[in-house]
């Protein structure tokens, strides 16, 4: 299983960004689908998480700003972000929970400056 994820850039306070991430290699439907993100110097952290016939789960500091959709079956999940702070600023690496494992995606690199 392979994880692809786009849509990063370089964006200013206020503005939104949709970071999308597709899954290869997968035959049966993904249990979970979700977002990490990790600053400089900083483990990775949760942003949002999506399993299979759940409702989304949000870390507190993506609530209200962030909603995560996804299809489980195609191996497909996108971050809409609005309202990006410079805190938001990270390396945002999708992860799809499979057949008992994790795999992650690559990152894409947010980057939120005037």
């Known amino acids: ?6 849509g990063g850039g370089l964006v200013q306070p206020g503005g939104s960004l ?3 991430c597709a899954a ?4 049966v439907p993904i249990s979970v689908l979700g977002w990490y ?3 400089q110097g900083k483990q ?9 016939g759940s409702t989304p789960n949000y870390a507190d500091s993506a609530k209200g700003r ?14 809409q972000m609005n309202n990006l702070k ?11 929970n499979y057949a008992g494992s994790r795999y992650w995606g690559q990152g894409t690199l947010v980057t939120v400056s005037s």
């Open 18 to 20: 949709r970071l999308s």
């Open 24 to 27: 290869s290699g997968i035959i």
């Open 86 to 96: 410079p805190e938001d600023t990270a390396v945002y690496y999708c992860y799809a």
């Open 44 to 52: 990775r952290e949760p942003v949002a998480s999506l399993g299979r």
């Open 66 to 79: 962030v909603t995560i959709s996804g299809d489980h079956a195609k191996g497909t999940v996108y971050l």
């Open 37 to 39: 993100r990790q600053t």
């Open 1 to 6: 299983v392979q994880l692809q994820a786009s």
